[in-house]
């Protein structure tokens, strides 16, 4: 089978996860248990999952000239990921994010960008071969919105399947960028962000989606947790169910499912069968701790 190439351009942090009993209120100081380092960001997680599933990815992005910029790289070579494009800038960090998990699996994460905010338009230029010798371009929102915006319009110009998963979610994304994108991939903040309609379950969730569709989206994919997903496109609504699991981190789980949708997409799955193996993917990652060394390998679960 001839695997087409994924492209993944984004955000490579390494995230200092925090163990907590409850997420500390407004002016409230709590006591954390022993924090990990483990690598992160929503760019280098989908990458890093997308070929532990099997997938042929080159990555996009930028780190900082201090050490943990060379466990970031490292860590996503060790997949068989192309790497030779992530460029490392002088005299700022890698991006962090702060990320606190709580005993329910659940987090909250402060990301400082650092060098993930150093890539530019020309940055894409600079690697515009590289776009056009891929199929399926994936990408997320913590690399600056207007790169974003360039990559999105590139990948357009030359044809590319287009994957967006709008994680953190902007305040808007213009009708003319919604309109270039295959497959938005929401979770039901980013979903209620975007639209500003409350998403509350399947029905307002499916509400939402069609005011992104009304805008030009081809496909919504959105991420709905324990309620499973949800694909809303113009002449279809199908909801699916979500996996039954042990929850202990579910830091990443989005992350999981836009890599393994991006995998099945480019062996040519259709779409259907693609989420169900996304939502599995998603499902094996919360039994785990951490980001990247939570994403499952391809035998772990199968496409059809
Ligand atoms: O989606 C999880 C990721 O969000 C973490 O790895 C952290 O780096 C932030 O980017």
Not at 103 to 114: A, F, M, Y
Not at 171 to 187: G, H, V
Not at 230 to 243: N, R
Request: aromatic residues 4%; proline residues 4%; contains cysteine.
């Amino acid at each position: 089978m001839e695997k087409k190439k994924i492209l993944v351009i984004g955000s490579l942090n390494i995230d200092w996860v925090i163990p907590v009993s409850h997420m500390p209120k407004e002016g409230e100081t709590i006591l954390g248990g022993n924090y990990t380092e483990i690598p992160g960001g929503k760019g280098a997680n989908q990458a890093y999952g997308a070929a532990r599933l099997g997938g042929s990815v080159t990555m996009l992005g930028m780190v900082g000239d201090d050490d943990m910029g060379g466990k970031l790289i490292n860590n996503l070579s060790s997949q068989n990921i192309d790497v030779s494009r992530i460029e490392r800038c002088k005299k700022i960090n890698s991006g962090l994010a702060i990320i606190y998990v709580n005993n329910e699996g659940k987090n909250s994460i402060v990301v400082l960008p650092g060098a993930n905010s150093m890539v530019d338009k020309n940055y894409i230029d600079k690697n515009s071969e590289l776009l056009s010798q891929s199929d399926l371009v994936v990408m997320q929102m913590e690399i600056p919105k207007e790169t974003v915006y360039y990559a999105i319009e590139k990948a357009y110009e030359g044809d590319k399947k287009i994957i967006l998963n709008p994680a953190p979610a902007p305040e808007y994304l213009d009708d003319y960028i919604l309109s270039k994108i295959d497959f938005l991939t929401p979770n039901e903040t980013e979903l209620e962000k975007l639209t500003g309609k409350e998403v509350v379950d399947i029905r307002t969730a499916i509400e939402a989606s069609k005011v992104l569709i009304g805008k030009g989206v081809k496909n919504v994919i959105a991420t709905l947790g324990e309620k499973g997903s949800l694909l809303v496109s113009s002449d279809k609504t199908i909801a699916f169910q979500g996996e039954r699991v042990n929850a202990i981190d579910t830091t990443a789980a989005g992350d999981c499912f836009n890599a393994a949708l991006a995998v099945a997409l480019s062996e040519g799955e259709a779409i259907e069968e693609a989420i169900e193996f996304a939502n599995k993917a998603a499902a094996i990652s919360v039994t785990r701790k951490g980001a990247q060394p939570s994403m499952p390998f391809r035998s772990e679960l199968s496409l059809n």
